[in-house]
């Protein structure tokens, strides 16, 4: 798994000049996703620069393996995911081989499509959604709230808690949140009333799709974990955090987190993310070791991922003048999961549970243990104690209409080229 190989290599440069030194799609990325354009129906693309390599055009053209066609002419990448790492990492060598040799430009030329001509779509048709809660700070920055003695609930450093989530109302960046309307009880009143929730919130997250799966009764083991990890993605879990409160005893988040969640459209290959890898933080002195199936020394020693992840916010008032989003946090939140990715994985299907192609993973929110890289308003206004002032005297302690919310994450390691998601954008519209 995650091996360094030539399509990581600093020197490979593109003969599409805008990858060079691009900040997220140079060569050494290629994510995949689904785009469409004008003339080009719903189909798979690599993101390149600013092109996207139509790869379906590829592939009809002859240009690909034969074993590999009737995946790639697919409107999503469900059948693609299902072939595993291995034709992952074949695909991967090909299109750098195709991206970076000069003789293969003038059969690859007419596959190239502007991404600012093309409209992104949803990776994978998305029969799962699960959300997980590995961030450990916010874990415990949430848990302060309800819990001050006891922020972190007993099981959770022995489980990686998560709760199925809704996937019909997964969509891709870009797709506005309409202010969620549900019951809402504030805590001196006596009854709930229903009505656009008040404090609606963002979840930074990275998001994961499944590619192989697994029989119904059959578990992944922790070492097999990894190769069943199709990608990455950044997830925002939109949060409506009165009616989170007053539904959530005793079955978890229902209405309160269905109404929409948003992924960023391009795929981040666990191969891309090699250079990337590092070891797991260590657990504090006197937490219990993970129980056996979800220890791997391998995992221990490469299953963080260094990722930096970024929130800015535009308000309605910051886009009228002109302003630049406001930054509200920026960190390696994600190299602080306190469970790994594979752990995530051997984890749901633990109990024989089958995980499909295409299935969605989150995370959890994402938070440093510094104040400086915060995933929620939740937590950056203290549950609304502590509004945020921001530069042009506007305050928030959650969304208002008109605030636009974008993610967006890089990599950066020594003697590697960085990489990058792109964004995951969503502004919010009044209730309906
Ligand atoms: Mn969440």
New binding site residues.
Partial sequence: MNLIDETHDPARRSWIDSANGHAAFPIQNLPLGIFSTASRDRRIGVAIGDQIVDLRGLAEAGLVDDRWLAALVRPTLNDWFAHGPVEGRALRRLLSDLLSGEAQRAAVNPHLVAQADAAMHLPCAIGDYT?FYVGIHHATNVGKQFRPDQPLLPNYKYVPIGYHGRASSVRVSGEPVVRPKGQRKAPEATAPDYGPSRRLDY?L?LGMFIGRGNDLGQTIPIGQAAAHIAGYCLLN?WSARDIQGWEYQPLGPFLAKNFLTSISPWVVSPDALAPFRRAMPPRPAGDPAPLDYLSDDRDRERGALGVTLDVTLLTKAMRKAGHAPHVLSHGEAAAAMYWSAAQIVTHHASNGCNLMPGDLI?T??LSTADAGGLGSLMEISAGGKAPLALPNGEVRSFLEDGDELILSAHCEAPGAVAIGFGECRGRVLPAR
Wanted: no cysteine.
């Fill in positions: 959300d979840e997250e879990d989150g959890g929110t």
